[in-house]
Each structure stands twice: as C-alpha cells, then as structure tokens.
C-alpha cells in the first residue's frame, strides 16, 4: 500500500495530513468541552469521517463544516444522519471567508481537528475574524498548543504565543495519545480552547508593528533585546519603555511587545 492509509473505505491524504479519530474516550472529551448546544453558529474546520461531527450533530439541529476533501464532502452529503443537518463548504479554510458565516447577536463556535501542517497559518487567519468569534476548540499537535499557552522565559513561547495571547484567552482542554488515531501520527496531540477577547487587553495600533518586533526577536532568540532592536530602538527608549534591554526576546511579556511596537507606530511610517 502506498503511504496512504485505508479507515471505513476512505484513503488517508498524506497531502491534507490526514489523521482520523476514532477513541471513544477522547472523542467524547472533545464534544463535552465544546458542549455545543441548539440554536449555535457552529462551524467544524477538516469534518473527515464525522468523529466530532456526528456526536455534535445528536446534539444540534443544524451547523456549518468546511471540507478541502472532495470524497469526504460527498460522503458527508450523503449521511443518514447529518445531511439534513449540515451546510457544507467545499474548500481550504485558510482561504475561507469566516464573515460570510456571521449571524446578528450569534458568534461562531469554531472546532476541528486541524492538519497539523496547516494549523499554525490557519490560526493566524482565524484570528482576524476574532471580534465576530466566541471561541474556538481545536487538536493539535502537543507542541503547538504548548507554544499557544506559553509565558515568557520559556523554550514554547513565541512569536505564535503573542499573537493568540494578544486576541484570545488560551486554555489547554485535555492531551490526545497517537493511539487514538488512524492511521497514528509521529506525535502527541492535544486539544485547546481559544477564547477571543470581547475588548483587547493590550490593543495595537498597527499589527504590523507587532508582528515586525515578534519576527525580529524571534528570529534572534540568542540576542540581547538591545542587539536585536538596535534598528529601531535605542537602550534609552526601551528602557523609557519598561523594556530590559539585557534580557532576551523571550522574556518579553504580551504588554511589553505592544509598547514597543505602538512606540515604533507612533514614532515611523512604515513597519
């Protein structure tokens, strides 16, 4: 057999990182810590073979999916249990329009199982629909939601931690062993919950800025705050700005990387 895998007559895509749930234990876990209920815009992100979907359709009468997979779209329009249930979209959520979704006085409650290739971008684009979001559930790999739910002056936190801390409240809902998958993947998963913010803690002038100084001291995880910055901030002003400009990137609180890049907004023209 080929690298993909056969689970109830489908192919496992290695190309959509296909991985299917299939314990009863964990998926029961999943759908109780969503606790989706009747009336909800709720929106499955990859439905695959319908572990979540199903359990979730006993519970509501009608909600969203987005599928990239062709096979599985059709199989889904099919089911005796959720065709009637379900609005299905074909195609990449990293190119979906989340607004189009929007319903007056009723947030989306988006969940899934996300291919662990595209997780990362795909949050970053989920992100800029957060204002319209009121919470997201995902599994991922163990690692990314480590890195979602890090604090400063560890090895996890990083530029993917300051973006989902500064729109949303991270909160890491239970860890997902390789065994509960088909076909198993190399590593641990785990699912988190996203809680997107109703006003910004520490609102950004320019997100580019903040992005900017993220990347820059990122990218130079070994340097002092004053060598990686020394473009766009001298000592007096990091220190004017609460920064230790001794310490490293990763000791930087949200706070601290939106003082500087608002400073950076209001003091340059361009990022």
């Not at 329009?97 to 291919?115: E, H, S, V, Y």
């Not at 991922?140 to 090895?155: S, Y």
Request: charge should be positive.
């Amino acid at each position: 057999m080929s690298s993909d895998q056969v689970h109830l007559g489908h192919r496992a895509r290695k190309r959509f990182g296909q991985n299917f749930l299939n314990d009863p234990y964990i998926i029961d876990g999943i759908v109780s810590s969503i606790n989706p209920l009747p009336g909800q815009n709720l929106v499955e992100i990859g439905p695959g073979l319908g572990a979540i979907t199903e359990p979730v359709g006993r519970l509501v009468d009608k909600f969203s999916v987005i599928e990239l997979d062709r096979d599985l779209a059709k199989r889904l329009r099919h089911h005796p249990d959720l065709a009637d249930k379900l609005t299905i979209y074909e195609g990449d959520a990293m190119r979906f329009d989340f607004t189009q979704l929007i319903k007056p006085n009723n947030k989306l409650r988006i969940f899934g199982n996300l291919p662990y290739n595209i997780s990362t971008p795909l949050m970053f684009h989920l992100f800029t629909f957060h204002e319209h979001v009121e919470d997201m559930h995902f599994m991922l790999q163990k690692e990314v939601v480590n890195r979602l739910a890090a604090g400063p002056g560890c090895k996890a936190y990083g530029r993917l931690t300051v973006m989902a801390q500064y729109y949303s409240r991270v909160t890491p809902v239970l860890e997902v062993p390789p065994e509960s998958f088909t076909p198993a993947p190399k590593v641990d998963s785990a699912v988190v919950r996203l809680t997107p913010y109703e006003v910004l803690p520490h609102p950004c002038t320019n997100l580019k800025w903040l992005d900017r100084v993220c990347r820059e001291g990122f990218n130079q995880r070994r340097k002092t705050i004053r060598n990686c910055y020394k473009a766009l901030l001298t000592v007096e002003q990091l220190e004017n700005l609460g920064v230790n400009p001794g310490l490293r990137p990763e000791n930087i609180t949200l706070q601290q990387f939106v003082a500087m890049a608002n400073w950076l907004d209001a003091n340059h023209q361009n990022a």
